[in-house]
């Protein structure tokens, strides 16, 4: 058998292992997704709230940011005091 001869069967074989190689990973890819879509976790869907929770809700947000705003303002202008600022 000449080497020409030899390199060819060489090629036909590994070309048939590829294939083989090839389908097993398409059947493994297939196994791994079917697996992944069943062990995710349940979308959980918001509760959603009424025109009244959502109004009571802005109301304590905006009395929260009143007087955290009024915090700020005193310690301002106790700051510019101490500094003597012209403004």
Do not use: C, D, N, Y
């Not at 083989?20 to 879509?37: N, P």
């Not at 802005?58 to 005193?74: F, L, S």
């Amino acid at each position: 058998m000449s080497q020409k001869r030899l390199v060819e069967l060489a090629i036909e074989t590994l070309q048939k292992r590829k294939e083989q190689i090839e389908l097993e990973i398409r059947a493994l890819s297939k196994g791994a997704r079917a697996a992944v879509s069943t062990l995710a976790k349940p979308v959980r869907k918001r509760k959603k709230r009424s025109a009244a929770s959502r109004k009571a809700q802005g109301a304590k947000m905006r009395a929260w940011w009143a007087k955290r705003k009024a915090k700020a303002t005193k310690v301002t202008k106790r700051i510019r005091k101490a500094v003597k600022v012209p403004f």
